[in-house]
Protein backbone atom coordinates (compact mmCIF):
# COMPACT_ATOMS: atom_id res chain seq x y z
CA UNK A 1 0.00 0.00 0.00
CA UNK A 2 2.91 2.59 0.77
CA UNK A 3 6.94 1.86 0.67
CA UNK A 4 7.66 -0.44 3.64
CA UNK A 5 9.49 1.00 6.88
CA UNK A 6 12.70 0.21 7.04
CA UNK A 7 15.31 0.55 10.01
CA UNK A 8 14.84 -0.08 13.91
CA UNK A 9 14.18 2.79 16.27
CA UNK A 10 15.19 3.56 20.13
CA UNK A 11 13.39 5.16 22.51
CA UNK A 12 16.00 7.69 23.05
CA UNK A 13 15.58 9.19 19.43
CA UNK A 14 12.70 10.74 20.16
CA UNK A 15 14.74 13.15 22.60
CA UNK A 16 16.71 14.47 19.91
CA UNK A 17 15.61 18.80 20.45
CA UNK A 18 13.61 20.01 17.52
CA UNK A 19 16.05 21.80 15.87
CA UNK A 20 18.03 18.61 15.50
CA UNK A 21 14.84 16.70 13.52
CA UNK A 22 15.19 16.15 9.97
CA UNK A 23 14.01 19.30 7.77
CA UNK A 24 11.06 16.84 6.31
CA UNK A 25 10.17 15.60 9.47
CA UNK A 26 9.61 19.74 10.62
CA UNK A 27 7.78 20.45 7.57
CA UNK A 28 5.51 17.08 7.37
CA UNK A 29 4.49 17.23 10.82
CA UNK A 30 3.39 21.10 9.97
CA UNK A 31 1.30 20.18 6.99
CA UNK A 32 -0.49 17.09 9.07
CA UNK A 33 -0.64 19.25 12.01
CA UNK A 34 -2.60 22.13 10.28
CA UNK A 35 -5.01 19.30 8.44
CA UNK A 36 -5.46 17.99 11.93
CA UNK A 37 -6.83 21.82 13.32
CA UNK A 38 -9.03 21.99 10.10
CA UNK A 39 -10.45 18.73 10.87
CA UNK A 40 -10.85 19.53 14.69
CA UNK A 41 -11.78 23.05 13.90
CA UNK A 42 -14.80 21.78 11.89
CA UNK A 43 -16.00 19.94 14.98
CA UNK A 44 -16.93 23.87 16.82
CA UNK A 45 -17.08 26.05 14.13
CA UNK A 46 -18.08 26.55 10.02
CA UNK A 47 -17.96 29.57 7.97
CA UNK A 48 -21.45 28.54 6.57
CA UNK A 49 -23.67 25.50 6.40
CA UNK A 50 -21.66 23.36 4.23
CA UNK A 51 -24.81 21.61 2.52
CA UNK A 52 -26.52 25.08 2.06
CA UNK A 53 -27.29 25.85 -1.39
CA UNK A 54 -27.11 29.24 -3.05
CA UNK A 55 -27.72 28.92 -6.74
CA UNK A 56 -27.81 32.86 -7.14
CA UNK A 57 -24.55 32.96 -5.87
CA UNK A 58 -22.89 29.38 -7.74
CA UNK A 59 -19.16 29.37 -8.63
CA UNK A 60 -18.39 32.28 -7.05
CA UNK A 61 -14.41 33.16 -6.78
CA UNK A 62 -12.97 34.16 -3.35
CA UNK A 63 -14.92 37.11 -1.78
CA UNK A 64 -15.63 38.25 2.01
CA UNK A 65 -18.50 35.96 1.95
CA UNK A 66 -16.93 32.91 0.97
CA UNK A 67 -12.98 33.22 1.71
CA UNK A 68 -12.91 30.02 -1.16
CA UNK A 69 -15.41 30.87 -3.25
CA UNK A 70 -18.72 28.72 -3.55
CA UNK A 71 -19.02 25.83 -6.15
CA UNK A 72 -22.09 24.84 -9.01
CA UNK A 73 -24.15 24.73 -6.45
CA UNK A 74 -23.73 27.97 -4.36
CA UNK A 75 -22.31 25.89 -1.42
CA UNK A 76 -19.37 27.38 0.66
CA UNK A 77 -15.88 25.54 -0.17
CA UNK A 78 -14.38 26.54 2.97
CA UNK A 79 -16.86 24.75 5.04
CA UNK A 80 -16.90 21.90 2.78
CA UNK A 81 -13.19 21.31 2.48
CA UNK A 82 -13.14 21.84 6.48
CA UNK A 83 -15.89 18.82 6.58
CA UNK A 84 -13.72 16.96 4.10
CA UNK A 85 -10.94 17.13 6.27
CA UNK A 86 -12.49 15.66 9.21
CA UNK A 87 -14.03 13.08 6.91
CA UNK A 88 -10.41 11.83 5.08
CA UNK A 89 -8.81 11.82 8.36
CA UNK A 90 -11.30 9.78 9.74
CA UNK A 91 -10.96 6.63 7.09
CA UNK A 92 -7.49 7.03 7.67
CA UNK A 93 -7.25 6.57 11.19
CA UNK A 94 -9.70 3.74 11.08
CA UNK A 95 -7.86 2.09 8.16
CA UNK A 96 -4.19 2.92 9.80
CA UNK A 97 -5.83 1.07 13.11
CA UNK A 98 -7.47 -2.26 10.77
CA UNK A 99 -3.88 -2.38 9.28
CA UNK A 100 -1.68 -2.03 12.34
CA UNK A 101 -3.87 -4.27 14.52
CA UNK A 102 -4.35 -7.33 12.04
CA UNK A 103 -0.57 -6.71 10.39
CA UNK A 104 1.55 -6.62 13.65
CA UNK A 105 -0.89 -9.79 14.81
CA UNK A 106 0.21 -11.36 11.54
CA UNK A 107 3.84 -9.87 11.49
CA UNK A 108 4.76 -10.98 15.25
CA UNK A 109 3.27 -14.90 14.61
CA UNK A 110 5.03 -15.36 11.25
CA UNK A 111 7.78 -13.58 12.63
CA UNK A 112 7.95 -15.31 15.60
CA UNK A 113 6.81 -18.63 15.28
CA UNK A 114 8.48 -19.57 11.61
CA UNK A 115 8.11 -22.89 9.52
CA UNK A 116 4.48 -23.50 8.49
CA UNK A 117 2.88 -20.89 10.32
CA UNK A 118 4.99 -18.05 8.58
CA UNK A 119 4.54 -19.85 4.93
CA UNK A 120 0.91 -20.06 5.54
CA UNK A 121 0.59 -16.25 6.88
CA UNK A 122 3.05 -15.49 3.67
CA UNK A 123 0.99 -17.13 1.09
CA UNK A 124 -2.01 -15.48 1.91
CA UNK A 125 -0.44 -12.43 2.38
CA UNK A 126 1.11 -12.51 -0.89
CA UNK A 127 -2.17 -12.55 -2.78
CA UNK A 128 -3.55 -9.71 -1.20
CA UNK A 129 -0.36 -7.95 -2.07
CA UNK A 130 -0.68 -9.05 -5.77
CA UNK A 131 -3.31 -6.53 -6.42
CA UNK A 132 -2.50 -2.77 -5.87
CA UNK A 133 -3.96 -0.84 -2.96
CA UNK A 134 -6.72 1.15 -4.51
CA UNK A 135 -8.07 -2.08 -7.00
CA UNK A 136 -8.44 -4.14 -3.85
CA UNK A 137 -10.47 -1.52 -2.04
CA UNK A 138 -12.52 -0.80 -5.12
CA UNK A 139 -13.33 -4.66 -5.29
CA UNK A 140 -14.49 -4.79 -2.01
CA UNK A 141 -16.59 -1.96 -1.99
CA UNK A 142 -18.18 -2.75 -4.78
CA UNK A 143 -18.88 -6.06 -3.22
CA UNK A 144 -20.45 -4.80 0.28
CA UNK A 145 -21.64 -1.21 -1.64
CA UNK A 146 -20.36 2.56 -1.21
CA UNK A 147 -20.28 4.92 2.09
CA UNK A 148 -18.46 5.60 4.46
CA UNK A 149 -17.84 2.16 7.11
CA UNK A 150 -16.93 0.07 3.23
CA UNK A 151 -14.15 2.55 2.62
CA UNK A 152 -12.69 2.61 5.81
CA UNK A 153 -13.33 -1.17 6.31
CA UNK A 154 -11.66 -1.63 2.58
CA UNK A 155 -8.56 0.81 2.95
CA UNK A 156 -7.74 -0.80 6.56
CA UNK A 157 -7.67 -4.38 4.70
CA UNK A 158 -5.67 -3.12 1.84
CA UNK A 159 -3.35 -1.69 4.51
CA UNK A 160 -2.82 -5.40 6.54
CA UNK A 161 -0.31 -6.71 4.20
CA UNK A 162 2.47 -3.43 4.43
CA UNK A 163 1.96 -3.60 7.82
CA UNK A 164 2.64 -7.30 8.45
CA UNK A 165 6.07 -7.01 6.28
CA UNK A 166 7.29 -4.71 8.55
CA UNK A 167 6.52 -6.02 11.38
CA UNK A 168 7.69 -9.35 9.98
CA UNK A 169 10.60 -8.19 9.31
CA UNK A 170 11.29 -6.48 12.33
CA UNK A 171 10.13 -9.31 14.50
CA UNK A 172 13.32 -11.46 12.82
CA UNK A 173 16.11 -8.71 13.72
CA UNK A 174 14.69 -9.02 16.91
CA UNK A 175 14.20 -12.48 17.94
CA UNK A 176 18.11 -12.79 17.13
CA UNK A 177 18.73 -10.24 20.13
CA UNK A 178 20.83 -11.65 23.29
CA UNK A 179 17.62 -10.85 25.51
CA UNK A 180 15.11 -12.37 23.48
CA UNK A 181 17.12 -15.47 23.15
CA UNK A 182 17.70 -15.44 27.01
CA UNK A 183 14.29 -15.07 27.90
CA UNK A 184 13.07 -18.33 25.87
CA UNK A 185 15.77 -20.23 27.08
CA UNK A 186 14.39 -19.31 30.56
CA UNK A 187 11.20 -20.74 29.66
CA UNK A 188 9.20 -17.36 29.23
CA UNK A 189 6.57 -18.25 27.50
CA UNK A 190 5.84 -17.36 23.70
CA UNK A 191 3.61 -14.41 24.36
CA UNK A 192 5.26 -13.09 26.79
CA UNK A 193 8.17 -12.94 24.95
CA UNK A 194 6.35 -11.18 21.91
CA UNK A 195 4.62 -8.46 24.14
CA UNK A 196 7.34 -7.85 27.03
CA UNK A 197 10.73 -8.08 24.74
CA UNK A 198 9.64 -7.72 21.15
CA UNK A 199 6.87 -5.52 20.64
CA UNK A 200 8.49 -2.47 22.19
CA UNK A 201 11.30 -2.96 20.24
CA UNK A 202 9.60 -3.34 16.94
CA UNK A 203 7.49 0.08 17.13
CA UNK A 204 9.83 2.48 15.65
CA UNK A 205 9.12 1.15 12.00
CA UNK A 206 5.68 0.63 12.54
CA UNK A 207 4.92 4.07 13.37
CA UNK A 208 6.77 5.19 9.91
CA UNK A 209 4.52 2.69 8.57
CA UNK A 210 2.00 4.42 10.08
CA UNK A 211 2.49 7.46 8.68
CA UNK A 212 3.02 6.27 5.72
CA UNK A 213 -0.22 4.17 5.11
CA UNK A 214 -1.76 7.38 6.27
CA UNK A 215 -1.34 8.97 3.15
CA UNK A 216 -2.26 6.11 1.37
CA UNK A 217 -5.26 5.65 2.68
CA UNK A 218 -6.44 9.73 2.63
CA UNK A 219 -5.15 9.23 -1.50
CA UNK A 220 -7.50 6.24 -1.91
CA UNK A 221 -10.65 7.27 0.35
CA UNK A 222 -10.63 10.14 -2.53
CA UNK A 223 -10.27 8.28 -5.36
CA UNK A 224 -13.00 5.89 -4.20
CA UNK A 225 -15.21 9.39 -3.62
CA UNK A 226 -14.43 10.63 -6.51
CA UNK A 227 -15.45 7.49 -8.60
CA UNK A 228 -18.72 7.18 -6.35
CA UNK A 229 -17.63 4.56 -3.98
CA UNK A 230 -16.32 5.90 -1.05
CA UNK A 231 -18.03 8.72 1.32
CA UNK A 232 -21.48 9.61 -0.07
CA UNK A 233 -23.39 12.79 0.03
CA UNK A 234 -24.68 14.71 1.33
CA UNK A 235 -21.24 14.51 3.50
CA UNK A 236 -18.51 16.56 2.11
CA UNK A 237 -15.65 14.78 0.79
CA UNK A 238 -12.88 15.80 -0.93
CA UNK A 239 -12.71 13.09 -3.95
CA UNK A 240 -16.78 13.88 -4.72
CA UNK A 241 -15.76 17.76 -4.57
CA UNK A 242 -13.22 16.84 -7.16
CA UNK A 243 -15.81 14.99 -9.58
CA UNK A 244 -18.66 17.62 -9.42
CA UNK A 245 -16.41 20.38 -10.11
CA UNK A 246 -14.17 18.91 -12.67
CA UNK A 247 -17.36 19.79 -15.43
CA UNK A 248 -16.85 23.83 -14.34
CA UNK A 249 -13.27 23.85 -14.29
CA UNK A 250 -12.80 26.55 -16.72
CA UNK A 251 -15.45 29.05 -15.33
CA UNK A 252 -14.40 28.47 -12.11
CA UNK A 253 -11.64 26.53 -11.11
CA UNK A 254 -12.03 27.15 -7.09
CA UNK A 255 -13.50 24.49 -6.66
CA UNK A 256 -11.43 22.25 -8.46
CA UNK A 257 -8.15 23.79 -7.11
CA UNK A 258 -8.63 24.11 -3.22
CA UNK A 259 -9.89 20.34 -3.08
CA UNK A 260 -7.30 19.24 -5.03
CA UNK A 261 -4.65 20.72 -2.72
CA UNK A 262 -6.23 19.71 0.28
CA UNK A 263 -5.79 15.98 -0.76
CA UNK A 264 -1.97 16.91 -1.53
CA UNK A 265 -0.99 18.62 1.02
CA UNK A 266 -2.19 15.86 3.33
CA UNK A 267 -0.83 12.68 1.33
CA UNK A 268 2.69 15.05 1.03
CA UNK A 269 2.79 15.75 4.83
CA UNK A 270 1.95 12.35 5.81
CA UNK A 271 4.83 10.93 3.37
CA UNK A 272 7.33 13.49 4.61
CA UNK A 273 6.12 13.12 8.13
CA UNK A 274 7.24 8.96 7.37
CA UNK A 275 10.39 10.30 5.73
CA UNK A 276 11.55 12.31 8.30
CA UNK A 277 10.51 9.80 11.71
CA UNK A 278 12.38 7.24 9.22
CA UNK A 279 15.68 9.31 9.00
CA UNK A 280 15.39 10.66 12.66
CA UNK A 281 15.27 6.88 14.16
CA UNK A 282 17.49 5.45 11.71
CA UNK A 283 20.28 7.97 12.25
CA UNK A 284 19.51 7.37 16.06
CA UNK A 285 19.94 3.79 16.04
CA UNK A 286 22.91 4.20 13.34
Known amino acids: MAESAAGRGTPSAWRI ?11 GGALVGLVVLMALLSLVWLPADPNAQDLLGRLQPPNAAHLLGTDQYGRDLLARILVGARAS ?11 LGAGLALGLLAGFFGGRTDRIIMLLLEALYSLPALLLAMLL ?4 GPGLVSAMTAVGIAA ?6 VARASVLQVRAMPYVEAATALGARPRRVMLRHILPNILGPLIVQASLTMGAAVLIEASLSYLGLGIQPPTASWGRMLRES ?18 AAVVLGFNLLGDGLRDLLGKRSG
Open 160 to 165: IPAFTR
Open 246 to 263: QSFMVLSPYATVFPGLAV
Open 141 to 144: VTAW
Open 17 to 27: PLNRWPPALRL
Open 89 to 99: LLVGAVAVGIG
